[in-house]
Structures are given as C-alpha cells and as structure tokens.
C-alpha cells in the first residue's frame, strides 16, 4: 500500500450516529464488489450461514480495495483461531455469533487484541495494509461486536456488556425469537421481541458501547447505530418479482 | 441421470409464446443458482462479457440442475472449440455474439451439430445427463442463436438468417447503436434502432426463425419470443437504492 | 427451486430395508456428479479424510441436483459450526465421527435441529431449496448418525443410542479395529470386530434406531441398514488393473 | 528443481514398444494423482472433451510429480498460443486434434519447438523443472502427435505425415467413424474404420513417425505404439456396476 | 466504486519520463498485492507466459484496488476476444505479443477502442470502476503497446509505429534474440541485439509514441520509457541464495 | 507412486545437524513450488497466518513431488482435527501453535500418531504416497514440534518437552516478546528473549528432543537445529528495493 493506514472508518462514524451495512452470503468476490459500490457503510462477510470459511475471506476482502466500506467479518463461532484469521486477512470489525456468558464475551475479547488488551498472535499479515502493524495502534482500530441471539445471552446481556474490550452488542432477532419459542422473522424482527430490544439497547447505552441489529433502519430509533438492510441473496431473489412483471407484459404473439 | 434425458425446453416454448430469461456475469455458481431459482426460462451465462471462460462453465451449469431453466452460454467467439466446450459441458442454447457474415454463420453452424448437419466432435461428456448422447437426437435439441450487433450485420441479416442451422437471431442493441453512431441504451434501447428491430423480426418470420433481443418484455409486440429481463449486475446494484432509502429513513439519534 | 420441498428419500428408505451408498473423498464436483449417476441411494461427502472442508461443500452438492441422491456428508469432527455449515448448504443427513460418550451425542443432536429439539442458528439458506425453511418441518426430515469408532464409544453404545435425536449409529471398523489392537482392514471389516458389530445392530435394533456401518452389502444380514459400497478413490485406482491387464496384453511389435 | 532434468521418457519408451496411457477428463489434481498411480506410461490431459482448459493445468500437471508418467495434453484446438501455455505449464507431448491439412500440421508443429525447428515464444516457465530451458534441448525432448480424425484428414495423412516437427499421428475413432457416417463406437473403434486405422498405421511406419490410438491394447498389433486404456469417467462410472451387485446381495431384513 | 474514475497513470506518466514495471507469473492474487505494494508505476499480469488465462484475471485485477499501481495486461495472442476480456475486467494498459505486420496491428487496435477508433464491444462491466462507461472517456485512458519480437516484426517496424491506436512499441527481447539466431538472455538482452533496440527506439521517437522494453533502468537511456524491472519467479528464486548463505553460517554443533 | 515411500527426511536430517527452511504464506501452488526449488531442507506451509487452511493444503503439498523438501504444516490451532487433515494431505512434520501446558501437549501429541501412541483416525489417503498406511511406521516417520511462544509457554516448557511424541520445541519469537511486554521483532528475535532462548535449547537437549526457532542460521549456535530463513512475503516485498534501485537509475530522458 502507499499511503496511510486509513484505520476502521465504521467505528469512527458510529459514534455520530448510525451506520448501515448489508450482509454478503455468496462466495463471490465479483458480487462482494459489486454491493461494495452500493454506498454501505459496512459489508458483513458472514462465515456462519454464508458459503464460504474464514480461510477464504481474502479474496473477497481484495473487492473492499479503494472504497470507503469497511470490512467486517461474522466470524463462524467464538474461536480464537478463526477471529486471529479473519483479523489477518484484512477485516477490522469482527462480529462474533451466539455469546451467551461473560466467560465467552471475554474469550472474544482475548482473540481480537493483542497484548497487553488481549492475545491474540502477532504476525505480519495483509491487516498491515489498512491498519498499520503496531500492536497498540491496532488493538485502537479493530472492533469486536458479540451477538446476542439466545434466550441465555438475553439474560447475561448486562455482563456481557461489561467485559472489557466489547465495544458493542449485535442482535441476531431471528434465532432469538426461535430461543423465545416464537417463529423467526424472514424479513423484519419477530413480533414479540421488541422488549428484548430495547432492553439491550438501554444495557449498551448504559456501558457506553454501541448497539446493533440485524434489521433495518426503522431501528435506529430504538437507539441502534449499526443496522443491517439487506443482503446479497434477497437482492438477486427480487429476480422473480422482475420476472413475474415481464411475464404479465409479454403479449401473447401467437 | 438417473432418468430420461429432458431436452431443451426453452426451444420447446418459444414455439408458443415469448421466453423470458436474464443474463448471468458473476462467475459464482451461489449467484447462478439463486437466478436459476427465480423463474426465468432461460439463464445466458455471459462469456463474452462476463467474469468467466467456457471452461469455467461446469460448476455454473450444476446450478440449474434439478430447475427446468434452460441453460443457455454466450460464446466469447464464434470459435469451434469454444462452442463445443459450452455444450460438452451443458449448455444447451448458443449464443454467438457479433455475426456479420453467411461465411461467420456457417462456421458458426458446423460447431454446434454432429454429422451431418455439422462437424462438433462427438465425446461422452457432462451433456449426455440432459441430451442424451445419440448424435442425431442431440442435433434435434440443441440452439443456435447467432447476434447481430453491427451495422455491417444488420445488411446482411437476410444471408445470415438463411443458413441452414442457425436457429434465431438474437439481437446486441448497446453494440448496435455504437456501430450506428448513436449511444449505447443502458437500461433499454437507444433512440434509433427501432427500424433495425423491426427489420430483423421480419426476416426471423420470413425464415421461419426465431427472433431475440437483449431487451425486455415490451418487444414482444415487435415479434421478438427470446427476450431478457435484465441481470445479476444490475439486482445487486439494487442495493443502492436500498441503502439509500434506508439513510433517509435512519434519524439521528445524537 | 421449482416444486416442493421433496425431503430426505434416505431416511424414509431406511425404513424399508437397506440403503446403498459411496465415500466421496476428492473435491471435485465433476467426481462427485458421476458418482450421483451411478444409483447409489446416498454419497458421504466424507470431510473427515476427504480433501475438503464443509466451507467447499456447496459446489459439490449442486452435483446432486436432479438426482435422487441423498446428500450426506460426514462433518470433521462434533463441531456446532461444522454441523450447521453442512446442514445450511445443503445435506440432509449428518455423519458425526468418533462419538465416545453421551454427552457428546447431546452435542451433536443439539446442533442438528431448530428449537425446540435442538440448537442449530436459523438462517435462510441453500438447504431451504430441498427441505423448505420451516423450522419444525426441517428437524423432521434431516437425520443424523453418530460414528462409533473406538473401544469407549463401544462401551457407551446404549447410551448413545438413547439420546433423543440420533437416528442411527454408524459404525467405522477400521478405527474400531485400532483402538481394539487390531490392524485397521483395508476393504473390509477386520476379522475380531464382529461380536462388536453384531452388539451395536443390536443396541440399535432395541431403541428402535438405524445401524449402519462403513462396509458392504453382506452386513444387512446383520441387522445394518445403512452401508457403503465403495469411495471414489478405490474406482480410480482401479485403473492399475486396467493398464497391467492391458500391458499383459499388448504384444511386442519390435 | 534440484535434479537433472529427466526427459520425455514416453517418447524414449515408443521406440522400444507400445506405451500404454489413459484420458484425464475431470478437472481435479486429486483425480489425476490417483490415476498417476496406477502405473500408466503416459496421462492425457484432455483440453479438448475435458473440464478444463489450458490455464487450469498446473495444478494438475504438479499431480504428476515423483512420478515417471510422460504428462501429456491434448490441446481443445490447433493454436500457436493454446500449445505453448500447455508446453510452459509442464506439457511434454502435445497431441492436436482435428488436423487435416498439410498447413495444419505444419502451424502445430511451429508452435512446439523453439527457433529454429518453430516459433515457439520463450521464457523461463515451469516447463524448466524437467527439461531445462536450453531451447535445442527442450526441441529434442517434446513431442507432438497430430489427430487424424475426420475423412478430410485420412485422405491427406501420407502429407501430414510428411511435415517435419511431426512425431507421430494419433487416430480418433469416434469422430472418424462420424465423419465416414458410422456411429461413433463407445467403447471401442466402431466397425469400419479398420481399413483406416490400417492405412495410417502404414503411413506412420514408411515416414518413421509413431502411431497411436485413443483404443486398447489389442491394437498394438496393428502397429499402434501409444495406446489409451480408459479414462476417468468410466473409471467412476463403474460404480454403477458395483451398486447393482450389492443391492442384489443386500437381503431383505424386513 | 464511490468517487470518480481515475484514469491510467501509466500513460500519464510516461509522457513525462520513464515508467517502472515488473511481471507477475503466478496466478495468485495474493502475490499481486504484495507486488502491487512495491511502488512499481505498473504490472503487467501475463497471460501469455504466466499460469493464468484473460478469463481469470479479475481476481488479480482486485489486489490493485486501492493503489497507484496501473493494471497491465499482457494478452496470450493478438485476439479480438482476449484484449476485450482483459479490458473488461480492468486491464487499463494492454501488450500484445508477436506483433509482426501492419494488418496485425490494425487487429489488436481494433479490438482495444470502442467506435469510432475501434470495435471493442460495449457493455457495462468492472472496468466502469476506474475508467467509467463512456466509450469516448474510456478510449481516451486505455493504451496499446505491441510486442515486436521477431526479425520479421523488426523488418515491420515503421509500418506497426505507424497505425493509428498504437500508443507504443514493446520490445521482447528474448524472443528476438531467439529469431535472429542468437541464445535468449535470461536477465538481460543478449549481445547482438542492441542495434534492434535503437532502431525501434527511433521509430518509436519519429511516430511520436512510447517505446518499451522488457530490460532494466540502464535502458531509458536507449529513449526505453517503459521498463520492467524483475518478475515475481525471480523475487522467490532469491530464496535459493539465501538458503546457501545461511547454510554457510550454520555450524555444525554436533 | 511408483516405488517405496521416502520418509521424514527433516527428522533424519536434525540428528546430524542443523536443517533450514522457510515460511510460505501465500495460498499459491506456483509460488510453493519455486520456493521448493531453492534448496530448504523443509517448507512451513503456514495455516495460522497464511492465506489457507488445512482443507487447501493439498494443491499446494502436491509442488514437494518429486523434491526432497519435507512438507512441513504449522495447523492454525491445536485441534484433533486439524492436525489430521494436515497429515491426511501429506504433511510429515506438523508445528502446534500457542502450546502452553502439559495437557495441550498431550492433546497434540494423541492427533498426530496412530494407537497404541496415538489415537489418529485411520484412513488410506494422501499420505500413504510418501509414509506408507501401516500404522507403525509412519508413527515411526512423522514428527511434532511445539511451539513455546508465551510466558506461560516458557515456565511450563519442561514438563511440555517430557510429554511422549513431542519431537521438539519451536520457539516463536515475535509472540514470546508480546507476552513479555516487549515489541515483537520483524526480521529478527527482539532483545530481551535470549534468555529464554537458551532456557528452552538446553531443555530440549535435557529431553534428547530438537530445538527449533522462527529465526536465522545464527541460532545454531545456541542449540537451535530446526531453523528458518525467510519467507514467501519478504522475498516479494524485495521487489521495492529493486523498484527504488532502479528509479534512482533511470535517468530523466526528457
């Protein structure tokens, strides 16, 4: 790179208000372009649910290259191995699924910094490009948000708020409406879980960290900063819509 | 495959009635499937213009499997090898693209059949699964639509369109205004090619082939049956509206 | 997707006598196609001791689009992430190796279904095209089967077998072997393991769940319903006889 | 590398007696490393009826390390650029499909060698790990065979034959038969084409050049030295037979 | 992309004075981006020589993103569809090897200029990113240096310099060397052909367009101003000396 | 493979002396490859902070053919699973990261041999090219080095090198600085951990097991056997030396 590491832009703008990302499922560097050219704030590179590990993040995180989005990675579980990867590929906020104690928010928070904040390996990796290699100015960039998404985790939300290098909560409505026996919601939070929104919302409010959701902007008036609208299966999905409209305004020529 | 091979479906119904499909860039079999679920008669993978080679094919086409979406290749060229690649891999529509030429149809022709309508190389290959591999049934299902996009093809459509073999003429109107001076339509169409659709929908009907257009629905009324409803591209890009709509909506919440 | 969720056609045979499968252990889905065509009732993409991990397993279970091969694949290890990888891109029956105790069972039937049967993290995914996304009615069509493999697992059997949510116990003889000082048996079952067999078809039999065992047909005699004929490995090297028969065969012509 | 480099042994080997080979058609390295096993002579890489194309064949072409089989690459068409690429990434015979001209054979054979037997573009490559990088050298150890495959081209093997750079003719049955209007034969030369394979046999054997094949080992008495004994596919597709068998000896246990 | 198109600094700068390269061999986008990190002015991804293909280049063309370092692409042959691929997928710069008359270089102009300079095909791809979508714009950025590289092209000189589209001359070399009966020089031009070079240089001069070379610094006193300086194989080949040099400060300790 | 299996060259070779290697961290079979023709006696394919995993091991393991280079793996974390995938692939030697007890000692050392010394899941795989299948001897052929990297690491570094199968220690410089509050060194171990340095050699020589070092030949005076001098990325990053040399010798030519 031949300029100034640029640092995590997300977690800067955060702090005025909220920021909108999306969520990329497909494997595809080409279509992980494509949505970072839609003006996003944050991409999500989901190694849960979408096609693809961490040990194939770079690829993708290379289309993030020149724009201002920032690269933020669901990392599949809460293992010290994959969050030290993901980092060294290049992401800058790590989002970490189904924390449901103090004990799992702090092994989060060891895996994300390094030493004296947490410790993580030290290498020299692709993340140097962005964020510089120094291990204080680093652990200053990175962001770690936990998701909270269990009936569990809803209940340890003020201890997990507390650990030291959480610098937010993210909501996952859809399993924590399924923990609730309630149905998950495809496209909007479950009725039922408003409560357990606002309830995070206030804890994170309350430890002076940021609050997220996977939902859409609506949101923000709950008190959250980092909402989700969309994702790449649903934009090619809205095919079938343009497809069933054509299929209306095709005369018959027979 | 277990069962009796299928045949290509889209050529079946364009006899009936207008087919509709949409183009496909993004070499990712993810993208390519969550297409091939939309509904669409037919899917064009692009490479021409798209991410990816003919021999990056097969992974692509495995999408379509269990769907009655007809795949359908773009050639990059009007090469033999190149069109034989497509349909050993599955394929099952060609589409050349910048045929000027009764010489570039021919040889065009001579690609895509066995002996005797034409010279393919005959192998077992991924395309038995679908077409079965008897040479003279495999002629009976394949297409060949050959693309006029040049002012010199438009002159010679009527040569073009007489070549035993060539099953429609798929008309490129972006390519077809620059050569014609005029702007390249984005979105639809330029202002101008008009008398050029209506002139090669007529020599289709005169040679009792059929005819297409990179273009949507509202051609129908202008006798075109193989018609396109836009593109993997363009639904991402539709994240930007999304995004957006969604900061508009997003108050402050400082 | 066209239809309806068509579900999991080797859990509903099962019932009826026995199933018929292959180890796929080569990552290529042009390997694994061919294998979809050959009749078998399953193919274990084996991420074992194959070369692929479960974040590579999509392009290969496109392979098994419009087939009737139920797609199976043998997780790494007793991981919830590998678990709901698996299942999210498509499998429908999950092989666990090295199972050694109930708890470890309760591990894996936990990350195979939804609430409230399970724990497994909702999200709509590739699997939604075979078996809808429907929480209740998922848990009800995927299966799961729990390797036992090692002397303790075979001490702990019947313990395993009653957790609530394992159909099946699936026996691997080669490690079994090892861990009883056995040499592992290379194309069948060592000779000293068949009492340990014949024990764990009977704890099957007893809590009313499926056996199965990596080995050929001659086992259903012994209660196994579930059985391998073969690996995509051992089908190549065949290729050894082929070329020693022929070099046998091709007469000096100096 | 750190040795010498080791030559072309199937073509020091084709002098002394028939050499027996095999088609690689599945794009996989793990597939071709099997089949490099099994003791062939030499491996077909085929570009032509293959997955894959000449940019995709390092991987492979590394599957053949440590062993002594000739990598050999069929090229999809008779191109300067096709046959160089497959010469740099390791190829040491090239074998050309569909050669009927003179002028064809004598643009394949340019393409193989350097100045001053051809044109061959030269660079330092991969190719050097096993036949240096000295061009005299390198001309001495590759060899080409040219396919004659079509009537056109039996009809002028004896000038084919004739062309300097030329090292042998390599028939294909399949696409010969067609083009005499016989069936292509699946598993062996179609009846009818004898007489042909004779009279190349002829011709190879009065111009010193070898002749090969794509059939058995029976054919070596014909005169035939490079001979093929399956491929791949067939390889895997045996597994149908395998399955049938079990499934008639898999009792019923109901 | 979210600010505005760019544009070839390359071409930019080489009106002011020398320009330095280097060429990437390995298809590996992670070794672009280290090597697009050393402040070269350009690199030029090499399809004809290096492991990959124009079909593959976009994730290479992705490890640029970010920098000043210009995408350069060397193109397999003089091809209508290669130079329109690799420009597609971002190539601002394109080589063309083997350059050796006036009509060859009227081809490849062709193919790298939209109408009215040439008969590139239109359509809205990742080029869009750097250098936007109107042709006039983006004939205006793209540049076209051909490859003279034979006795036969050096005879041609004045007349390739002369076609309207060429924006250089790029001298290979080793190639020339080799066509003119001399040995290839691996790290510098061979003796012999400096009078070539001057005479290239000069014409390149007269014709008011660039003149390059695959040679060192020393060279822009030549009037060379575009110049590589070293290859990826030959950055890691330095391990050899390393190692020895290390192995000569081990000492024994036994 | 054609003739008997070869062994750990790397553990025969440190018996005698000290053997030296290299890092590779770029996910590329080219870029293995040529480092495998430099001369190291053995190749770190680097999974913690590499490009790859231990599931895309295998292309890359596939360049060692026909080298004497021992394919070495350092597996991301210290995982059962992990650590056989590696050796299923064909790693001889495997490097654990982060070992700090006893415990973690033994867990490493049960993954990576067969009963009755291990408890290795048992397959015919890859590795059965270089080690052969009998479980006995490729105990007897492959090696574990663990590597001390952590305060906690050090204080507890004897009863880790008591544990049985522990070939050797491996100290990671640059993370033991971190945890002593020092600043990791890039080009070499940082001042302050000689003495830990020394501490670990003579523990090893106490347990008749090897020392190995993330660092140069010069260590093979303090004991150190196992070292390594380099790696993939500083060889590239050497690239902006060449880039500057040759820019302050390009003369302006305007």
Not at 14 to 38: F, H, N, Y
Not at 72 to 81: E, G, K, Q
Not at 140 to 161: F, H, K, R, S
Request: proline share 6%; net charge negative.
């Amino acid at each position: 790179m031949t300029g100034t590491p640029t640092g995590n832009r997300m977690r800067r703008e955060w702090t005025r208000g909220p920021v909108l990302g999306a969520w990329c499922t497909i494997g595809s560097p080409g279509a992980v372009e494509l949505m970072a050219d839609c003006g996003y704030d944050f991409l999500i590179l989901d190694c849960q649910h979408g096609e693809f590990g961490v040990t194939e993040l770079e690829p993708m995180l290379r289309a993030f290259g020149g724009t201002e989005v920032t690269p933020t990675v669901r990392v599949p579980h809460n293992d010290y191995f994959a969050i030290g990867h993901a980092l060294d590929a290049g992401a800058q906020t790590i989002i970490v699924p189904m924390v449901e104690t103090r004990e799992q928010a702090e092994r989060a928070a060891r895996a994300v910094r390094y030493q004296p904040d947490g410790a993580r390996s030290w290498a020299v990796t692709r993340a140097a490009r962005a964020l510089g290699s120094d291990p204080a100015a680093v652990n200053e960039q990175v962001a770690l948000l936990l998701m909270i998404e269990t009936a569990t985790g809803l209940e340890n939300a003020a201890e997990i708020a507390s650990v030291p290098g959480v610098d937010g909560i993210f909501v996952g409505p859809a399993d924590l409406a399924l923990t609730m026996g309630l149905q998950p919601g495809v496209t909007a939070p479950a009725a039922g879980v408003e409560d357990a929104l606002d309830k995070i919302a206030g804890i994170c409010a309350e430890h002076g960290i940021v609050a997220g959701l996977a939902g859409g902007a609506e949101y923000a008036r709950h008190g959250f900063r980092v909402l989700t609208v969309g994702n790449d299966r649903a934009l090619l999905a809205a095919g079938r819509a343009k497809v069933d409209e054509a299929r209306a305004a095709a005369p018959s020529t027979g």
